[in-house]
């Protein structure tokens, strides 16, 4: 079971829509995407490059190494292979996020359906 860790604040994501932060000792990047806010494993699984650098366009996560572009909601990539973890992502009503402690395995062989960030 995750536990929580205060990571932002919800104002912090919306002039810049995306932040680097670390959790666990893992660098984590959010997101904010349509009023949502997405975490993925900062580091990128193909060139290991930082998401957190890259671009959000048409609610798709750019790499700035390859340009691949990544699903916030799965961490799957568009016609590639590999899949970025994501984390729990939870808001407050006070805007605090709050990111899980323990990530979503990739998906990409799981079988699991899509399963969307948590808000409150």
Not at 79 to 96: I, K, L, N, R, S
Request: proline letters at 8%.
């Amino acid at each position: 079971m995750s536990e929580w860790v205060h990571v932002a604040e919800l104002k912090e994501l919306t002039r810049r829509k995306k932040k680097q932060v670390t959790v666990e000792g893992t660098p984590v990047a959010l997101f904010l995407i349509d009023e949502e806010v997405f975490a993925l494993d900062d580091v990128c699984v193909h060139k290991e490059r930082f998401l957190s650098k890259g671009t959000v366009l048409d609610g798709q996560v750019i790499c700035p190494g390859h340009q691949w572009k990544f699903d916030p909601r799965t961490g799957r990539p568009e016609d590639q292979p590999g899949c970025q973890a994501t984390w729990p992502v939870m808001v407050t009503e006070e805007g605090a996020v709050l990111v899980g402690t323990t990530p979503v395995s990739p998906r990409e062989s799981s079988g699991l359906e899509d399963v969307p960030a948590v808000t409150s």
